[in-house]
């Protein structure tokens, strides 16, 4: 079965801190993967995604992510975190063989704390 | 380029209405799907156009819920009757590939 899982659905970091947003995903099939930002009052904004190229993944606003087949992870980090990045971080995952649907996990909002 | 839009914003109707979500795909992508986020949970799949067929509808829910896709552009998700438990956000995405999707606003639909 097709699965992500975030761990912690709400995180706190102090500005200026490492960012880590942990993901999972269980796929019969090597997956795409993806990390989507929502900002409050906003649609889903992709991040970054990973395709089968490097393994690790930059993407905006200093984001970046590394995929760990043996780990079966897609973790998001941030070496600095910024008030800005307040937000809910959202892991998702595609199969290149369907092609279709998007399964998402459940979703992590980060606090940056003055 | 303009994104993914969605009306209405929110929408607030009582059990046993009707409701019509309207997602308006970016120009040219012949992809778009319906997706829903009950609160709390994780984001999941409703179903697929590609153009104006049905790709995939494996995530709708039941027979209350008809989407649709009008000469293959802007699609309508319906709800008929409405049930509390149908409350949540309604999101649509649209994508010229099948690896990267470009989501929308999304509708906060809150069923009383």
Not at chain 1, 19 to 48: A, D, E, I, K
Request: hydrophobic letters at 30%.
């Amino acid at each position: 079965a097709q699965s992500v899982t975030q761990l912690g659905s709400h995180v706190s970091v102090s500005e200026g801190a490492l960012v880590l947003l942990r993901c999972n995903y269980s796929s019969s099939v090597p997956p795409y993967l993806f990390w989507y930002v929502q900002y409050p009052n906003q649609g889903l904004q992709l991040l970054l995604k990973y395709t089968s190229a490097a393994t690790l993944v930059k993407g905006i606003n200093g984001f970046e992510a590394e995929f760990k087949k043996s780990e079966t992870s897609f973790h998001l980090t941030k070496p600095s975190a910024h008030m800005s990045d307040a937000a809910e971080y959202f892991c998702a995952m595609g199969r290149p063989d369907t092609g279709n649907q998007f399964y998402f996990g459940t979703g992590t909002s980060l606090t940056v704390i003055p | 380029e303009a994104g993914v839009t969605q009306f209405p914003s929110h929408s607030v109707i009582e059990k046993g209405q009707t409701v019509t979500l309207r997602c308006d795909p970016i120009s040219g992508h012949d992809n778009l799907y319906w997706y829903r986020r009950v609160m709390g949970k994780e984001i999941k799949f409703l179903l697929h156009f590609v153009k104006e067929s049905k790709q995939d509808e494996s995530g709708m829910p039941n027979n209350r819920f008809l989407a649709e896709r009008t000469g293959g552009t802007y699609s309508t998700l319906k709800v008929q009757p409405a049930e509390l438990e149908d409350s949540g956000v309604y999101f649509c995405a649209s994508s010229p590939t099948y690896y990267e999707q470009y989501f929308g606003p999304g509708t906060r639909l809150t069923v009383t």
